[in-house]
């Protein structure tokens, strides 16, 4: 695909200086004719492809969509508009609210930056990781109230060497979770169906199942997709099966825990957890969550934001110089990965 015409289309147009800065336009210009305009999308998602693009001359010579948080719906409507697409290149991780089954029918590569977006994701697990061995929380409130260095110390344990952490999914984010553990005196266990331990140890892991890595870990952290199999798949059973004085760290989606259930044994002072993510989300004003001495709930903020958008925005300029090599793409994202990934 020499020097492609590239059309960026997201909701928000101001997110673009955002997501590339001018090296990274620069470089994509090298390579591409780029579309002076952004395609604001009109209709909702699922609404049959509302996009602002009907007899749009920029739609329809472009070979490449740039997209981003708030996609048009690409269905067969859409496609129709689109009779030179060639590509969709996602500046954000999962395309499955935007990308239909049409797209791939029509032979339109797609590929996302998921990657990348992994990357702050497993940065804050991991400092919410060590911050929980060394009981960072507690101790920060207990310090504030009793203004005391003696006296009211969180529970064991104390500290980060020999700390067992388990990882649930081998996604994105828990690979680089796995390896942005390994220069540390850490144990990591790793659940996922799909991985065995041949597998798990060239990961820095060991594989285990889920109750056990639930029965063993001072650790928890999720990292699984949200599919009709992972539902709850932290309930009041698994919660139960974790020692007392064990954090429950979410970063991938609220779905994925028994919220009720979670919040019974934190209340009850015998778990710890740290949310990024909530179901429902975000929790009711009142929720105990809030006001939870071993809670820390954070509003969606592990994933990219502020100069973290820039890996995005070169995670799809690198896509798209690949494109118009002739090359593969590093990103691609094929139908069959669909039921297994977020």
Do not use: C
Request: net charge negative; aromatic share 4%.
């Amino acid at each position: 695909m020499s020097r492609p015409r590239v059309l960026f289309a997201l909701r928000d147009p101001a997110l673009l200086p955002d997501l590339f800065d001018d090296a990274a336009l620069a470089r994509l210009r090298a390579v591409a004719d780029v579309a002076d305009r952004v395609l604001v999308p009109t209709g909702e998602a699922g609404a049959g492809g509302g996009d602002g693009g009907h007899g749009d001359p920029d739609l329809a010579t472009a070979d490449v969509l740039v997209t981003g948080w708030g996609a048009p719906l690409l269905d067969e409507a859409f496609l129709r508009r689109a009779p030179r697409l060639r590509a969709v290149v996602h500046t954000a991780g999962t395309v499955k609210s935007f990308v239909t089954p049409a797209v791939w029918d029509r032979g339109v590569r797609v590929s996302t930056a998921a990657e990348a977006n992994a990357r702050p994701v497993a940065e804050y697990t991991l400092a919410m990781v060590l911050l929980s061995g060394k009981r960072v929380l507690e101790s920060a409130t207990a310090y504030g109230r009793d203004r005391t260095l003696r006296g009211g110390g969180p529970p064991s344990p104390l500290g980060n060497n020999g700390l067992t952490v388990g990882v649930i999914g081998a996604s994105r984010t828990g690979r680089q979770v796995l390896g942005l553990l390994a220069p540390f005196d850490l144990e990591p266990l790793l659940y996922d169906p799909l991985v065995d331990s041949v597998a798990a140890r060239t990961l820095g892991s060991i594989a285990v199942g889920l109750d056990e890595l639930l029965s063993r870990s001072d650790v928890v952290t999720v990292h699984a997709p949200s599919l009709p199999e992972t539902y709850r798949m932290i309930g009041a059973r698994e919660l139960a099966l974790m020692r007392d004085a064990t954090t429950l760290v979410n970063t991938a989606r609220g779905q994925l825990v028994d919220t009720e259930a979670l919040t019974r044994e934190v209340v009850a002072g015998r778990l710890r957890a740290v949310l990024d993510v909530t179901d429902p989300e975000p929790l009711p004003r009142d929720h105990p969550l809030f006001e939870a001495p071993g809670a820390l709930l954070t509003p969606h903020v592990a994933g990219s934001l502020g100069n973290e958008l820039r890996r995005l925005g070169a995670s799809a300029v690198g896509e798209v110089e690949r494109l118009a090599a002739g090359e593969d793409l590093l990103h691609e994202v094929l139908p069959g990965q669909l039921s297994t990934t977020a």
